[in-house]
């Protein structure tokens, strides 16, 4: 009894500090996800709840729909982490360098990121445009194929997503690369030169095993990312067209919110959160002996 | 310790700040002197300064009418009005009126937040409802009930480049009649550079075709559709030869097509009402518009927005949104609203005003509009669940489109999803 006495008031002061955040995570993370687990056990018919077990999930598996989100959700995120987060490096150890302007190169590639998506996607799909759209001038100009109708045909549609995503975020990685480049000493780099090592061995053994903690970090956030887009894909195509740019977050947004199916869409969440968690996991715990932490 | 307590206190206090905020705001919104405050949720889904026109017609209505305080409220895009009036119905909290589109009034019906309107219909007296015109009734229906009364109204019409029909030695004054005469013209008005005809892809213009070849899209009670009908496939089979032939793109939206057709990508096309004034102010060149060519029969749908009154207010406040949206619909002010919006006023009266003549005068094409009501029927599908009815229709008829599966396997497919999604409203 004295003892929890002790303790109450040696960490009291921190649980109270901690316990506004505790509060919010409990309200808007943790209940939300107990409940549309909960609800995804129920069919919503005539304004009424409707308990049904599994078959929100098995209407949802069996449908065609949701099986072309995953796979959509799948490319979208192998398709868009890998070169977002190689640019996004390969930008950092460039912008490392001293070179001229250094500071005017890594605010433009930085740029795309302090606008808002929604706005972007907008800009990006009068570029776009099969008609009057910048990209297709240019390519007419380089005597490239010029009638490409990108956000409206498959595979174009996804590709333009994709493209969009790159853009976007590269810069951010880059940014985020920056910082774990600035970490590492540069006599190490200087040692490597006198001893013989060329560019892409200093890369190779230099660079990349001591920024592996940021790597870690950006490709899970990459990820995460790939997984939660929902807004660019709103504004761009509307998961069309026939389905070929819906993923799984608009597929919930979607069945939530202009269907009015809840039991879908929390089964749909159900399944996210799964498989987020699932990710995590694994490349947390998988990856981490691999990452070399200096202390 | 003294230190520590005044911190845990003033802890205290930051905590307690949210709660004493939703205590206040969880009271009924105040209402000074008796005044009925009507609040009411509208959409926008054009450009331009419609929530201005918006708010002078109600404070208008505010100023002639005693005890009454309507408090218009931008809300977003239908889907988004749908979204801010279901969630604020359940929360408790419901706006008096809302404008919403036809599918939505389904779901508001099915989800128990609207009132059947018959009531208020009967209590006005015969005749009440001759101020619509009829075609226009039938999205404030569901199952055959009045739930909503209409507000602000569209329909397709046939837009062309009359400097293109010149061109290609068509007489400008002569739209495309029916559908082969419309293939016709499309092949003579189609080059390298420009598509003969644009049609935007969703359900509601898919739905008239198919509607035109003497199909049928749903039963009256909403629980079934007819989409694999021979009539139904033959439409689509129609469209997709017009895409393989070139004439036609395989997908455009209202807005892609309405920019193709002021940028000179386009001869022909199927567009809103709502596109008028934009065509208007962009074209540089002559431009018309006609009925829709028919097929087997001359039909046209139409969507927009109709005033829906919520069920979980007092009678009192019940009774004042009805007299609003009476008032809204009146020949004066859905006038008003057309001038300024370009819907089509929904009182046949209203075209006899002086300012709407004037109006007309200075932009014919809008009687051609008027004029083909006629022909009207609602937006279709008429179903519960429409939205994702909607959507499954709109999605198969661009895998139509883009040749990635047949017109009678498409339609086999897109019949099963929809009985799929109806199959709950059976018993």
């Known amino acids: 009894m004295k003892a929890t006495t002790n303790k109450l008031r040696k960490y009291g002061q921190a649980y109270l500090l901690l316990l506004p955040s505790l509060v919010f995570l409990l309200f808007f993370t943790h209940y939300p996800v107990i409940y549309s687990v909960w609800t995804s056990f129920f069919d919503r018919i005539r304004g009424e709840n409707r308990f049904v077990g599994v078959a929100n999930y098995l209407e949802m598996f069996t449908s065609a729909e949701f099986q072309q989100a995953i796979v959509n959700n799948i490319i979208y995120a192998l398709c868009s982490t890998i070169p977002a987060v190689v640019l996004g490096l390969f930008l950092a150890v460039l912008l490392n360098t001293k070179i001229k302007a250094r500071g005017f190169y890594r605010f433009a590639m930085f740029y795309p990121t302090i606008l808002p998506i929604a706005t972007a996607s907008m800009v990006w799909v009068f570029l776009l445009s099969q008609s009057i759209?910048?990209?297709?001038?240019?390519?007419?100009?380089?005597?490239?194929?010029?009638?490409?109708?990108?956000?409206?045909?498959?595979?174009?549609?996804?590709?333009?997503?994709?493209?969009?995503?790159?853009?976007?975020?590269?810069?951010?990685?880059?940014?985020?690369?920056?910082?774990?480049?600035?970490?590492?000493?540069?006599?190490?780099?200087?040692?490597?030169?006198?001893?013989?090592?060329?560019?892409?061995?200093?890369?190779?053994?230099?660079?990349?095993?001591?920024?592996?903690?940021?790597?870690?970090?950006?490709?899970?956030?990459?990820?995460?990312?790939?997984?939660?887009?929902?807004?660019?894909?709103?504004v761009m195509t509307k998961g069309g067209p026939h389905n070929s740019t819906n993923v799984l977050l608009y597929y919930i947004y979607e069945h939530g919110f202009v269907y009015w199916d809840s039991g879908v869409a929390s089964s749909a969440s159900t399944v996210l959160f799964a498989v987020l968690l699932v990710v995590t996991f694994f490349y947390y715990y998988g990856l981490q002996k691999t990452v070399n932490y200096e202390r | 310790m003294k230190r520590r307590k005044h911190f845990i206190l003033a802890l205290l206090a930051v905590l307690l700040i949210p709660a004493v905020l939703f205590a206040s705001g969880a009271g009924e919104s105040k209402e000074e002197s008796g005044d009925i405050i009507l609040r009411f949720y509208f959409p926008i889904g054009t450009a331009g300064d419609l929530t201005n026109?918006?708010?002078?017609?109600?404070?208008?209505?505010?100023?002639?009418?005693?005890?009454?305080?309507?408090?218009?409220?931008?809300?977003?895009?239908?889907?988004?009005?749908?979204?801010?009036?279901?969630?604020?119905?359940?929360?408790?909290?419901?706006?008096?009126?809302?404008?919403?589109t036809s599918a939505d009034v389904w779901t508001a019906v099915d989800e128990g937040i609207i009132l059947p309107l018959q009531p208020f219909i009967d209590a006005e007296g015969e005749g009440f409802l001759d101020r619509f015109f009829p075609g226009m009734l039938e999205d404030s229906k569901v199952a055959g009930e009045f739930y909503a009364i209409p507000f602000q109204k569209s329909t397709p019409i046939f837009y062309y480049n009359k400097d293109m029909?010149?061109?290609?030695?068509?007489?400008?004054?002569?739209?495309?009649?029916?559908?082969?005469?419309?293939?016709?013209?499309?092949?003579?008005?189609?080059?390298?550079d420009r598509y003969g005809l644009e049609v935007p892809i969703d359900q509601w213009l898919m739905s008239i075709f198919i509607m035109q070849n003497g199909g049928e899209i749903n039963n009256i009670e909403g629980t079934e559709t007819y989409l694999d009908s021979p009539e139904a496939i033959e439409a689509m089979e129609y469209l997709l030869s017009l895409v393989q032939k070139g004439y036609m793109p395989a997908k455009r939206l209202f807005g892609d097509s309405s920019s193709d057709f002021v940028a000179g990508k386009t001869a022909m096309m199927y567009n809103s009402t709502g596109s008028l004034a934009f065509v208007r102010d962009s074209a540089s060149f002559d431009w018309g518009v006609a009925f829709l060519p028919m097929g087997k029969e001359r039909i046209v749908a139409t969507g927009g927005g109709q005033f829906v009154i919520s069920n979980g207010t007092s009678p009192a406040r019940q009774q004042a949104a009805w007299d609003f949206a009476k008032w809204m619909t009146e020949p004066e002010q859905t006038a008003k609203w057309s001038i300024g919006s370009g819907f089509i006023a929904v009182s046949p009266e209203a075209f006899e005003l002086p300012e709407m003549v004037e109006y007309t005068n200075a932009l014919p094409q809008a009687i051609v509009a008027r004029d083909q009501l006629q022909y009207a029927v609602g937006e279709p599908p008429k179903t519960h669940d429409a939205r994702q009815v909607s959507q499954a229709m709109a999605s198969m008829f661009e895998s139509i489109l883009a040749g990635q599966i047949s017109p009678a396997d498409g339609m086999a497919d897109l019949q099963a999803q929809s009985e799929r999604i109806l199959a709950k409203y059976h018993d």
């Open chain 1, 133 to 234: 759209g910048l990209v297709n001038h240019v390519l007419g100009m380089l005597g490239l194929p010029s009638n490409i109708d990108w956000v409206n045909t498959s595979p174009y549609a996804i590709v333009s997503i994709i493209v969009v995503y790159i853009w976007k975020y590269a810069g951010y990685y880059m940014l985020l690369f920056l910082s774990g480049l600035q970490t590492i000493d540069d006599s190490l780099y200087e040692e490597a030169y006198l001893e013989g090592a060329n560019a892409w061995e200093r890369f190779y053994r230099i660079t990349l095993p001591l920024i592996s903690p940021t790597t870690f970090f950006v490709v899970l956030v990459a990820i995460i990312n790939s997984f939660q887009a929902v807004d660019q894909i709103y």
């Open chain 2, 53 to 100: 026109i918006m708010n002078s017609l109600c404070e208008q209505y505010n100023a002639e009418h005693e005890g009454v305080i309507v408090e218009p409220i931008f809300a977003g895009d239908y889907v988004q009005t749908m979204q801010r009036t279901l969630t604020s119905s359940k929360a408790g909290n419901p706006p008096d009126l809302a404008l919403l």
């Open chain 2, 165 to 192: 029909f010149r061109e290609a030695g068509l007489d400008p004054e002569v739209a495309p009649q029916n559908w082969e005469e419309l293939e016709e013209y499309a092949a003579k008005l189609t080059t390298a």
